[in-house]
Every structure is written in C-alpha cells, then in structure tokens.
C-alpha cells in the first residue's frame, strides 16, 4: 500500500521578508510590472528608427489587427510608449492592480483586466475605422500607435470601486468617474472611448467580488 500524502501546506506571509511577500501577495501585477520594466529598457536603449518600429510592430491599431490580431492584442499591453512613466506606472499598479488581485484572486483579476483592454481595444479602433471610411479621419490612423496598459488600469479603477470601504468607495468612484469623463468629452480621442470602455467594464464585474477569499495579511 501507498502511503497518501499531506496535503501542501498553504504559503503564509513572511514577516521578516516584507518585500518578497508583498510581490507574492500580488504575483500577476508583479510579473506584469517586470516584463514593462523589460521593454522600457529595450526602448531606451534602442535607436530612435528601431524605437519606431518598436511601437508600431507591438501596436494594436488597425494595421496589426488585421495581420495578426491576437499577438497584436497581447503584445500592446506589454509595451508603454514613454518610459520615463514607468515610476508613475509602478505607483499606479502596486494601488490600484496589487490591491485588486490580492482581493479577488490572480484568476478574477485576470479576467477583469483581460476583458476590459480586448474590448476597448477592438471597439475603439473600430471606431477610427468607421471615421476613416466616413472620411471624418485621416487614413494615416490605421497606423497609429495604441499600445500601454491603461485600458486594464481603467477597468482595474472602476472594479476597486467595490473593494472600499463603504463609507468612501461612492465617492471615489465618482472621483474615477470624472477623471474618465472629462477628456471623453472634451477631445474624444480613441484613447479617451477605450478608457470610458474599460472603466464601464471594471464596473461592471461586480459580480466577481462576492465569495472572495481575502489573505488576513492583505485584508487591510
């Protein structure tokens, strides 16, 4: 006879480690942050006419999406076009992105984040192709550079929404709400639709947060 074995024991936090075990607590934001770090470098180092082809081989505009739409889609959110944001970035996702996943899960995040920047991606560009046919839009957009992680930042905001405390999370969200709306309507750029998307699709997965299982460490 087989002996059965014990089940794994389940990782715990690791007081005198708290930089190992924050990055595990939130082990897809973290990844995520790296391979942006990665490609931040790659862009510096690289000459300004690789840098161009960088972006627009890694884009997810309409070129790119007829070509090869499911890389083009994957690719865009590992790239962003500045890397001098990428401080602000890391700030952004360690308060917005390492709290939802902590909260909800590796998987539901995922899910969340995924969805919202396939979504506005597909239906923001299909909306300069609709300008473009319309002649209400230069042709030279197909080109355009749309890459970064700001569709799944938008949806992860709107998301955290019911994360918060009660007392505060109407508040803020009527604080991302506007911060969303306002450049929606005073420019109406594809970024600015994406964004409003995605923002509408955090908001929208509700749903995900019931029976969420939140670490002890990582409740607060």
């Not at 996702?93 to 995924?114: D, K, P, Q, S, Y």
Request: glycine share 4%; hydrophobic share 50%.
């Amino acid at each position: 006879m087989t002996e059965e074995r014990a089940p794994a024991p389940e990782r715990s936090p690791e007081p005198s480690r708290p930089v190992r075990s924050w990055v595990r607590s939130a082990p897809g934001t973290h990844v995520w942050l790296l391979i942006i770090f990665c490609t931040s470098i790659v862009i510096v180092l690289a000459s300004d006419d690789f840098e161009t082809f960088l972006l627009h081989r890694n884009s997810s505009n309409l070129v790119q999406l007829n070509k090869h739409p499911v890389q083009a889609l994957l690719l865009s959110a590992f790239w962003i076009e500045n890397p001098a944001s990428l401080p602000l970035y890391v700030v952004l996702f360690e308060l917005i992105h390492a709290r939802v996943e902590r909260a909800v899960g590796t998987l539901r995040w995922v899910i969340v984040v995924a969805t919202a920047h396939i979504a506005a991606t597909l239906v923001s560009q299909k909306v300069v192709l609709l300008q473009i046919q319309h002649h209400d839009a230069p042709r030279h957009l197909i080109h355009v550079v749309d890459i970064g992680v700001s569709y799944g930042l938008a949806a992860a905001a709107g998301f955290l929404t019911y994360l918060l405390p009660r007392g505060f999370r109407w508040l803020y969200a009527a604080g991302v709400i506007a911060f969303f709306a306002i450049p929606l309507a005073a420019d109406a750029t594809f970024t600015d639709l994406g964004h409003a998307i995605a923002l509408s699709i955090g908001f929208a997965f509700w749903p995900l947060t019931k029976g969420r299982r939140v670490h002890p460490e990582y409740a607060r």
